[in-house]
């Protein structure tokens, strides 16, 4: 059975992705810009004052990042 989402906020997010290997790449506003360190598509975290991500937002940088819910819950 596949786990539930996280609740988490966009800087949690951001933290996990680093910790699973992606490099900041830029900030333009309130969005933070990742990569994977080997290179490839960028993975964009919205960053607003620890507000909790929608769902579908949240499910969207899973996907772009290849990483499963599962691997996620692991790195926070």
Same mark, same amino acid.
């Given at each position: 059975?596949?786990?539930r989402?996280?609740?988490?906020? #966009?800087?949690?997010? %951001?933290?996990?992705?680093?910790?699973?290997?992606? /490099? $900041?790449?830029?900030?333009?506003?309130?969005?933070?810009?990742?990569?994977?360190?080997? #290179?490839?598509?960028? %993975?964009?975290?919205?960053?607003?004052?620890?507000? /909790? $991500?929608?769902?579908?937002?949240?499910?969207?940088?899973?996907?772009?990042?290849?990483?499963?819910?599962?691997?996620?819950?692991?790195?926070?």
């Amino acid at each position: 059975m596949t786990p539930r989402q996280p609740r988490i906020s #966009g800087k949690d997010m %951001v933290a996990a992705l680093r910790r699973a290997g992606f /490099i $900041l790449v830029y900030i333009e506003g309130s969005h933070h810009y990742l990569e994977p360190s080997g #290179g490839g598509a960028l %993975v964009t975290v919205p960053v607003h004052t620890n507000k /909790i $991500l929608r769902p579908k937002t949240l499910k969207s940088i899973i996907d772009r990042a290849g990483l499963t819910t599962e691997e996620l819950i692991n790195l926070l």
